[in-house]
């Protein structure tokens, strides 16, 4: 038998894997952090089953990045006590790089306001997410309090830490152009000064039209060194798109898959793949 005072009373549900992982850092053992989105699935749109509703009804506290991403949520999470959820988008104190205007006809129709919302592929938001969620869970918790501040203090330490690793091993990709698969990088992009030249899709799901596709051609030949695709999504076009300019081709997991165990793994695959592909040399230094 476990012992009762390992039990973990508070239930924190996020809504995607990064999030849990950042969550994680800050509630040790003293509460359950669970995924809704299986790590495959798509958080740009995922059909919710009665069962996710259930789990988010059950939770204790609720943790999303908002409708800007997970726009599925917005309805179900209405339901819920406001003090039962937090939006990582509506923290005060996030970064936001600066972006370009989408210049196709359609995409300001995005609910993107303009905001990448994949916060959390730059650390200083993760330490942002973290501190919120250390002052939210010491109201659920007070009895523990310390302990989740604790926490999030030394993640913030670790995560500044990795923040300055990444900055001087990415150093050497600067002057490198490439394409991602879909607008969802920019917070990594613009944190490390890389030297993104476009995208094949504003989202995923989203096929590129012909002009889109034309315009792309056209940015990247001659300029990129690499096209950056994703796991999971059919990117027969980019592969196309790759072969054509003569692109070495990386994936990407902005999500992180079933391997990925903690927020600084994350980035450092992420680092590190952007790296490979774009220099031959590795994070830890050795080409
Ligand atoms: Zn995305």
């Known amino acids: 038998m476990l012992p009762l ?3 973990a009373d508070v239930r924190v549900l996020t809504s ?25 699935a798509s958080p740009h749109d995922y059909p919710l089953r009665v069962s996710d509703i259930r789990r988010l009804q059950q939770a204790d506290l609720v943790l999303w990045v908002g409708p800007n991403l997970e726009a599925f949520l917005q309805r179900p999470l209405n339901n819920i006590a406001s003090e039962k959820r937090v939006a990582v988008y ?16 359609g995409e ?26 250390a002052k939210k869970l010491s ?28 900055m001087t091993a990415l150093a050497p990709a600067r002057d490198k152009g490439f394409a991602v698969y879909h607008e969802g990088y920019l917070h990594f992009v613009k944190r490390y000064e890389l030297q993104q030249l476009a995208y094949v899709t504003f989202t995923p799901e989203r096929r590129p039209g012909a002009k889109h596709l034309y315009e792309l051609r056209n940015k990247l030949n001659g300029r990129a060194a690499c ?30 898959e079933e391997q990925v165990t903690s927020y600084k793994e994350l980035l450092e695959k992420m680092a590190q793949t952007f790296l490979a592909c774009l220099t031959n040399r590795s994070v830890t230094g050795e080409v």
């Open 108 to 133: 300001a129709s995005h609910q993107h306001h303009g905001h990448d919302p994949h916060v959390w592929l730059d650390p200083r938001n993760a330490i942002v997410i973290a501190q919120a969620l």
């Open 227 to 256: 096209l950056f695709t994703e796991p999971y999504y059919d990117v027969s076009i980019a592969m196309d798109l790759a072969q054509e300019l003569n692109l070495k081709v990386a994936i990407l997991d902005p999500i992180g």
């Open 5 to 7: 005072t390992a039990a």
């Open 16 to 40: 995607i894997k990064p999030l849990a992982l950042i969550a994680r850092e800050v509630v040790g053992d003293k509460a359950s952090v669970e995924t809704l989105l299986p790590v495959k």
């Open 90 to 105: 509506d923290i005060p104190g996030m970064y936001w790089p600066e972006e370009e205007p989408h210049s196709s006809p």
């Open 139 to 166: 109201e659920i918790d007070p009895a523990s309090s310390a302990f989740y501040t604790n926490n999030a203090r030394n993640f913030s330490v670790a995560a500044m830490e990795l923040d300055r690793q990444l």
